[in-house]
């Protein structure tokens, strides 16, 4: 994504290390590497994990909800509830299990959290246990909220790892984000944009396939964004498989195979100039406006 949607411990980490100037090239174009051509994974996707939401309540088992990154993994830390350039404090009883969905909810209400004022309250569920993946096909079946500065993701974060499967600014609800970043030193980052009907008005199927040497978003099926893990000299992906061998330029912003992912559902208000155009001061939102969630399923090649 254009502003980083990782929390603010990470923001504060990277300010600590040293910069080093990228050039435009340097930012899309890697050093070369030996490409054996790739072999196309002609396996099917198998269901690894799932949430189906089909309780009363939240299942603690796979999520919690705050950024697990403080010392003991609780929610005591400045950077558990607020995040980069949201101006918004996560709050449990936003979060919801109703009617065979996942509700992630926000109202305008400010607040303190370690310090930090925000003038909003959102929600959020991060995945634990065992929900921590190294490629796969991530999938989302939900319904985005419509309004100004309201800012709805789904997106897995891990190592030097992050995903963004989607983001939406919600006064532009036709606009579907996508991107991926490095959190390496220097960092890398690339992101694209689709423009679909307006997709507050039902539930749509988001997902993302995350290969060796590929990441493909697709939308209720049709793919409408593609890195390559190989570029060529002005930094164009490659195809995931059946390059040609040789030595090829690697795409400095892909993901690391080593890197797992946990996965992220948030609301969130932006900051006025933040990713989205979000409001100067606490304003409220229809009755009822929430990031409505069906499912989440994460497949693997099967063996």
């Known amino acids: 994504m254009s502003r980083t949607r990782s929390s603010i411990i990470f923001l504060l980490l990277a300010a600590a ?44 088992s796979k999520w919690i909800t705050w950024f697990p990154y403080s010392e003991d993994g609780s929610d005591r830390g400045e950077g558990c509830r607020i995040m980069g350039t949201s101006n918004t404090i996560f709050r449990d009883d936003l979060v919801k299990v109703e009617g065979g969905n996942l509700r992630l909810g926000v109202r305008a209400q400010s607040g303190e959290w370690y310090g930090k004022q925000k003038e909003h309250e959102g929600s959020m569920v991060h995945s634990i246990g065992d929900a921590r ?34 983001e939406f600014c919600g006064e532009q609800p036709r606009l579907l984000k996508g991107a991926l970043h490095r959190w390496s030193e220097p960092r890398f980052s690339s992101s694209g944009k689709h423009k679909a009907t307006d997709l507050s008005y039902d539930f749509h199927l988001y997902a993302v396939e995350w290969e060796a040497d590929g990441i493909s978003w697709y939308l209720d099926g049709a793919l409408v964004q593609y890195r390559g893990r190989f570029v060529d000299k002005k930094g164009r992906p490659l195809p995931k498989c059946d390059r040609p061998r040789g030595a090829n330029h690697t795409a400095p912003y892909f993901p690391r195979s080593e890197d797992g992912i946990n ?8 900051e006025p100039k933040g990713f989205c155009k979000g409001p100067r001061k606490p304003r409220p939102w229809p009755e009822g406006a929430s990031f409505d969630v069906d499912y989440v399923r994460v497949y693997q090649r099967g063996r």
């Open 133 to 166: 993946f190294t490629q796969g096909r991530f999938e989302v079946r939900c319904r985005i909220p419509r309004g100004a500065g309201l800012w709805p993701a789904f997106w897995g974060f891990g190592g030097e790892t992050e995903i963004d499967v989607f």
């Open 263 to 270: 996965i992220i559902l948030d609301l969130a208000v932006s």
């Open 17 to 60: 290390l040293p910069t080093t100037a990228q050039t435009k090239r340097e930012k899309r174009v890697g050093p070369k590497s030996d490409d054996t051509g790739g072999v196309c994974d002609t396996m099917a996707w198998k269901l690894v994990w799932n949430d189906e939401f089909d309780g009363t309540a939240l299942d603690g």
